[in-house]
């Protein structure tokens, strides 16, 4: 039997062979050192448990997990091949990430997912990007004068997981008046505790007015590009465009406020970056390049399920095996990052937006990038000194193997008047 990694507890599952728990502090502390020493014990391959003594497998080597990305066929997005239903319970903690029968794209498979994503490309191509800046930078202005003449904020809970929201809200076609219930209901969603149901109840309340709204009046936003897209006997009902509203923004907002959250913290801390806060060297584009490598938001990712038994990696993969993605620890495999202190510079060869037809799409890849440049250029050009207000190394993660990002970043700066009129 496989050792486990040192500080890794496991699990035997029934062929008796260890598994490894997706939880625990490490995942939130040493996320590196945690998948490498998974991959020395149990090569690219890992046999992970989830919740309720679940099995499934991560992968964790860059070819493999190229490999499933690649084939849609092997490696089916339909969750419905999942041989564990019989032992899911109605409560299980997963439910929400793992679904069954759910009509959006993330479950939709073949021709009719090719058309699906299509359509949300297009709508979000539509979006002018001179205008999306110009978006987030109103909604970043606004926000940071809330703050900018106190001296000191914590710009993870006053700024980054308040914007993304706000500026895809607009674009989508939300009231701005919303903005502020929506910003608050999506993050007790994606908390994923006791006010996890009430917050997704109010976002999907939210869209199911707007689609109302802009079946009977459409305008020029990205819902009613998709609703007018969508009509037609073999197009899409306004019940899965309303799902993948919901998935638009729920896979917009918080990979996003990572991003921002996590640039900031590398050029608030690196030497590298940091001098580029006066000019350096380093510059925006180039944290957030390296940070999609070496600190990537969305850690692990379900998943795939295998359509036959096959070998993956040197392991036995039954038919109906969950396979979860690792896209942080795919892209620090030594296998092709010989030299991991080596700066990425404009490699993007990363699997932090996934891969394959299932990944996020190009235009929603690019949203996302204007959003968090601009968020963290306005927040630098506003308060030129900011610094860190604490010891790098008593910065936490929120606890969660999935999305990795910040509980909170305290920074201080010389206090700046406000600029009126611009929330």
């Known amino acids: 039997m496989t050792t486990p990694p040192p ?53 964790v080597g860059y070819r493999e997990l190229h490999q499933v990305t690649s084939d849609p066929v092997l490696f089916s997005r339909d969750s419905e091949l999942w041989n ?63 703050f900018c003449t106190k001296g000191e904020t914590d710009v993870i809970n006053r700024y980054a997981m308040l914007l993304p929201v706000r500026v895809l809200a607009k674009v989508y076609g939300i009231p701005d008046a919303q903005g502020p219930d929506l910003v608050a209901a999506l993050n007790d969603m994606i908390d994923g505790r006791e006010r996890a149901l009430a917050g997704q109840q109010h976002v999907a309340a939210t869209f199911q007015a707007l689609i109302a709204e802009r079946q009977a009046a459409p305008a020029h936003d990205v819902a009613s590009a998709m609703l007018a897209a969508g009509a037609g006997p073999d197009g899409f009902s306004p019940e899965e465009i309303l799902q993948d509203l919901m998935v638009m923004m729920a896979a917009g907002h918080q990979p996003t406020a990572d991003w921002i959250g996590n640039t900031l913290r590398l050029m608030l801390t690196d030497d590298r970056f940091t001098a580029s806060l006066s000019g350096g060297r380093h510059s925006v584009a180039e944290a957030m390049n390296e940070v999609l490598w070496e600190d990537t938001p969305t850690q692990n990712v379900a998943g795939r399920w295998a359509s036959r038994d096959m070998r993956l990696g040197g392991r036995a993969v039954a038919s109906g095996d969950l396979l979860l993605l690792g896209l942080a620890a795919a892209n620090g495999d030594p296998q092709v990052r010989t030299d991991a202190s080596v700066l990425t510079g404009g490699n993007n060869a990363f699997f932090s937006f996934g891969h394959g037809e299932h990944r996020c799409p190009f235009t929603a890849q690019e949203t996302a990038e204007v959003i968090a440049r601009t968020a963290v250029e306005v927040l630098l050009d506003r308060l030129p000194d900011i610094d860190l207000a604490v010891p790098a190394a008593s910065l936490t993660r929120r606890p969660s193997p999935w999305l990795r990002g910040l509980t909170a970043l305290p920074v201080t700066f010389t206090p700046t008047p406000a600029l009126r009129g611009t929330a």
């Open 7 to 59: 500080g890794c507890p496991a699990h035997a599952g029934s062929t008796g062979e260890v598994r490894v728990p997706l939880s625990g502090p490490r995942f939130q502390t040493d996320p590196v050192a945690l998948y490498r020493e998974m991959r020395r014990a149990h090569g690219p391959v890992v046999p992970v448990v989830l919740p309720g003594d679940v099995p499934a497998w991560l992968v």
């Open 84 to 146: 564990q239903w019989p032992r899911i319970p109605a409560d299980w903690p997963l439910l929400p990430m793992i679904g069954r029968k759910q009509p959006s794209i993330l479950y939709t498979v073949g021709e009719r997912h090719t058309r699906r994503a299509r359509l949300i490309s297009d709508a979000l191509e539509a979006v002018d990007p001179f205008e999306l800046r110009r978006i987030a930078e109103q909604f970043a202005d606004g926000l940071i004068d809330a």
